[in-house]
């Protein structure tokens, strides 16, 4: 019987280990750490649970959170019912439920530190602390700061975002998005069960002066640290030359998740790629074994699924954060246009929701812009005629 070793036990690994396991291949995961905290919000997709309905359909702990508010300078905030709600678990408790439900389809886990991986004619060695292990074929889930410098994604510093964040004591029923100046990137606030996740995500800055910019926020809120744990963490964030470049597979392996670099490179998102990837990389295997056709046919499945998506989208992140448009930036004119247009509201929807790819949202704008701007024109005729605001 074929042998894989999922290196990486995180949502992209576990996931693509259980279906390994559950279609009678040994499936053997290994890591160190298993589940553990992560700063990042733990936020479930509509377009995530809605194709792998277990990630709602569980009794783990979990938020199902219908408000968010988002705020961006000059223009204040603005709150969204979200009419597709976001679940949000604390990234350990996900974990370990995707662990769970990966050893119950038969997977071996081992808590194991993988030290390096050597190739001899179709097949592997694995080193770890405790020895060695053989395997026929190699999952790299290995999260953003993988060691294993052969295989995975390979990027720059351009190709990276920190994310840090802040485990606090407290509680709250809304999610908080806060765009910053001249910043690619924002803050959240994400209610988790028991605690919020408290973070900011970006580019171009160092993370300390990222978590300057996070700390300035809380004090504003009243966010206290005093019993808060910090996190901190990188992410893939790729620009179009990586995705074009991108490392996604080679003889003997696949990497999914972080360690293949499929996080959106606009909102840092990972999970839903993470678990997509794991599901993608699972099929290939299990249609060929065969180390050099899986590996095409893989880069083909992800560029086909959301790969291009991305790729448009690595395009657009610097403009969507510090552009301009209407003499005004972005993030802020965003939330001006959502006040009063419910057309740009129901594209921010599918976009929280996830059902609006990059790829298509040029066109959907343009094709609601004259609506859009008649929305706009005639809200403000509204107020300055009919409530008498002035005199005209």
């Known amino acids: 019987m074929k042998t894989v070793a ?9 996931t693509a280990a259980e279906r390994l396991a559950r279609s009678g291949l040994r499936t053997i995961i290994l890591d160190e750490k298993l589940a553990w905290e992560k700063p990042c919000g733990g936020g479930i997709t509509y377009k995530a649970y809605s194709q792998y309905p277990y990630l709602l359909d569980n009794d783990t702990p979990k938020k199902i959170v ?16 979200l009419t597709r709600p976001l679940l949000i678990y604390s990234r350990i408790d996900l974990n ?86 001249n910043l690619e990137g924002y803050i959240w606030v994400f209610p988790r069960a028991g605690h919020l996740s408290v973070g900011i995500c970006g580019k171009g800055e160092s993370a300390q002066c990222l978590r300057v910019r996070l700390e300035r926020y809380m004090d504003e809120k009243g966010l206290s640290r005093r019993e808060a744990k910090f996190y901190g963490h990188m992410l893939p964030a790729l620009e179009s030359r990586g995705w074009r470049n991108n490392r996604l597979a080679g003889e003997g392996w696949i990497a ?25 990389a699972s099929q290939i295997l299990l249609n060929d074994l065969d180390p050099c056709k899986n590996a095409d046919a893989y880069r083909q499945i992800i560029t086909r699924d959301f790969g291009l998506d991305l790729t448009y989208g690595a395009g657009l992140a610097k403009r969507l954060f510090c552009g301009a448009v209407c003499f005004g930036a972005v993030p802020s004119r965003m ?5 009063r247009s419910p057309k740009f509201c129901e594209i921010i929807q599918d976009l929280f929701a996830g059902t609006q790819p ?30 008498g605001e002035t005199r005209v």
């Open 256 to 280: 999914v998740g972080d360690a293949g670099g499929l996080v959106d490179p606009i909102t840092g998102e990972g999970l839903y790629y993470a678990i997509r990837s794991g599901d993608l």
């Open 358 to 387: 990059y790829l298509e949202l040029k066109s959907r704008l343009l094709r609601n812009v004259n609506t859009t701007l008649h929305e706009i024109f005639m809200s403000f005729l509204f107020r300055k005629l009919i409530l």
């Open 96 to 181: 370990r439920m995707l662990l769970n439900r990966a050893e119950a389809a038969g997977a071996e886990i081992e808590k194991e530190r993988v030290l390096g991986l050597d190739r001899s004619s179709n097949s592997w060695k694995i080193r770890t602390r405790s020895g060695t292990i053989d395997a026929d074929y190699c999952v790299v889930a290995t999260g953003a700061r993988n060691p294993l410098r052969d295989v995975g994604t390979q990027y720059t510093a351009e190709d990276t975002m920190y994310a840090l964040g802040y485990w606090v004591p407290s509680d709250q029923a809304h999610i908080d998005i806060q765009f910053l100046p």
């Open 6 to 14: 999922v290196l990486g036990g995180g949502p992209a690994g576990a």
């Open 66 to 81: 219908t408000d968010t508010m988002l705020a961006a300078p000059k223009s204040g905030a603005f709150k969204m019912q």
């Open 335 to 339: 939330i001006d246009f959502m006040r």
